[in-house]
């Protein structure tokens, strides 16, 4: 027996594992190439299974605002991309192994998700295919279209999971938290250039290279700094915070600190210099307010007073605030420095612009939708006359589809249906939101009330102020998807207070007297 075992291990020795060694170290050898890196990607993909299998549930969550990519993989997906579809996977996996595994119904918002996705490829295939230049088209674009199946792959992975309520605040921790990884976009460039590889998996984009604007601010004199990274960590961790003590427990429950660290993330947030995470939060105080029943006279002379208070501190100090911070707080009647309210009246022009131009093309793809696909030399030379001034720069983010209004953004590429589509999901998720938050179990209750009021506040700024459907669609179903695991659906019933299993007796002279039993 022993003989055997051994030849066995030998063989496996000799014929699997050696030349595999010698293939892995001949891919380390030329790391240069996508094969190599997809294939080695691929055997770290196949070692790492078991912990997948195991871990796969809080992985997700804890990914899906990261910001991190997969940059061994061709075309460089999101990390939350590549496990929500092994979630989705194993979730299906095991509902065809094992028949107490189910996923957790909720038609009313499966409907308008699986009508949105067939929208999506339907459009994808009359309009030229997903047109993906890692594959050698000529078509570019075709990412934006796996941006918004992933999202809805996640979302299905997401219902395949019941959260038990003892870890609920962990799991909303890992779905918020996870954001503050983005702080790793805006840190890298002010770091040693032995740590700048980590711009392979947290993207530097051109609002994070802060040092880059620095030196032409030296050079050119002071100029706005917008740093995308830190805004979404902050806009994560603010979200975190109101989920698990609400404005009561941050303001009335008498620890200063919370205070404190809530502030402290919201100068960071406006650092970012991005006006819309000023008015996002804005929209997602109120909403919290008023569904934690603030909405009455004494809390209401408070806020006033706060308000008031506030203003007091902010108005002379305004233009000693650095540029940035002025430039997030110039939505409010502030007096401002002239750069920074500069800047922001051209951003808002050049939006206006960009609207004016593609309201006429309306009419032509209202029916069919023109889809996500983009020439690749057409784009490549319109950015090259962008970039020698020649035309502007209006006519490359309408070439890139990069409309900055969410109607736009689902209107023009997916035509009336992936309207009416997107816009029954809306629907349809606020109704299941109100309804978790109405009838949900009470220790869910503000944490539900956070979701519903950052759905609700994400779906104003989408509409009015800057969407994208493609960038947004993970964050409108991440939410709905987090609702869902965390109340085992939809409820429309509220929850009876359970009683205990026991005989509760009262002691007399004349010996114990059951008075309320419950078998």
């Known amino acids: 027996m022993t003989n055997a075992t051994s030849a066995v291990r030998g063989l496996l020795v000799y014929g699997l594992v050696l030349p595999l060694a010698l293939v892995v170290g001949y891919l380390l050898a030329t790391p240069q190439t996508i094969a190599s890196a997809g294939t080695i990607g691929m055997l770290l993909g196949a070692l790492c299974l078991p912990l997948l299998l195991k871990w796969h ?53 499966a409907m308008p998700i699986i009508a949105l996705g067939i929208v999506v490829l339907v459009t994808a295939k009359v309009t030229g295919g997903f047109g993906m230049r890692i594959f050698g088209t000529s078509m570019m674009g075709g990412r934006r279209y796996v941006q918004i199946i992933a999202a809805i792959a996640g979302y299905f992975a997401m219902t395949g999971m019941r ?95 919370r205070i404190i660290a809530l502030l402290s993330i919201f100068i960071l947030g406006a650092l970012g210099g991005f006006r819309g995470f000023v008015i996002t939060l804005a929209f997602v105080f109120t909403a919290v307010f008023i569904f934690e029943g603030l909405f009455r006279p004494k809390y209401l002379v408070i806020l006033g007073l706060t308000l008031l208070l506030t203003s007091a501190l902010l108005v002379p100090f305004a233009r000693h605030l650095p540029l940035s911070i002025q430039r997030s707080l110039s939505i409010l009647p502030l007096d401002i420095d002239p750069i920074a309210r500069y800047d922001a009246e051209v951003s808002s022009e050049w939006r206006l612009k960009m609207w004016a131009t593609v309201l006429p093309e309306i009419p032509t793809y209202f029916w069919v939708g023109k889809g996500l696909g983009i020439d690749a030399h057409e784009m490549e030379l319109t950015s090259e006359l962008s970039r020698r001034l020649l035309i502007s720069t209006q006519e490359v983010a309408l070439l890139g589809g990069d409309y900055h209004n969410g109607s736009l953004t689902v209107l023009i590429p997916f035509g009336i249906w992936g309207l009416l589509a997107w816009l029954w999901f809306i629907i349809a998720g606020t109704r299941a939101l109100y309804l978790n938050l109405r009838y949900g179990d009470p220790e869910l209750k503000q944490v539900n009330t956070l979701i519903l009021a950052l759905f609700f506040a994400k779906t104003i700024v989408f509409f009015v102020v800057f969407g994208n459907l493609y960038s947004e669609a993970m964050d409108f179903l991440g939410l709905i998807g987090l609702s869902i695991s965390l109340n085992h659906g939809i409820q429309r019933t509220s929850r009876s207070v359970p009683v205990p299993d026991a005989v509760l007796e009262i002691e007399s002279d004349a010996g114990a007297t059951p008075v309320l039993s419950r078998s």
């Open 57 to 109: 549930e809080p992985a997700l969550f804890l990914t899906w605002n990261t910001g991190a990519t997969v940059f061994f993989l061709p075309g460089n997906p999101s990390v939350w991309m590549v496990i929500a579809l092994i979630s989705l996977i194993i979730c299906v996996g095991r509902r065809a192994l094992d028949d107490q595994m189910t996923f957790i119904k909720a038609p009313s918002l």
């Open 163 to 257: 959260i038990p309520q003892q870890k609920a605040i962990l799991y909303v921790g890992l779905f918020f938290l996870g954001g503050l990884a983005n702080t790793m976009s805006t840190l890298i460039p002010y770091g040693p250039k032995e740590l700048y590889f980590l711009a392979w998996i947290f993207p530097v984009g051109a609002a994070d290279a802060s040092p880059i604007v620095d030196s032409l601010t030296t050079n050119f004199g002071p100029s706005v700094v917008r740093v995308y990274g830190l805004t979404m960590a902050s806009l994560s961790a603010t979200c975190f915070m109101l989920a698990r003590y609400g404005i009561r427990g941050i303001f009335w429950a008498r620890k200063p600190w």
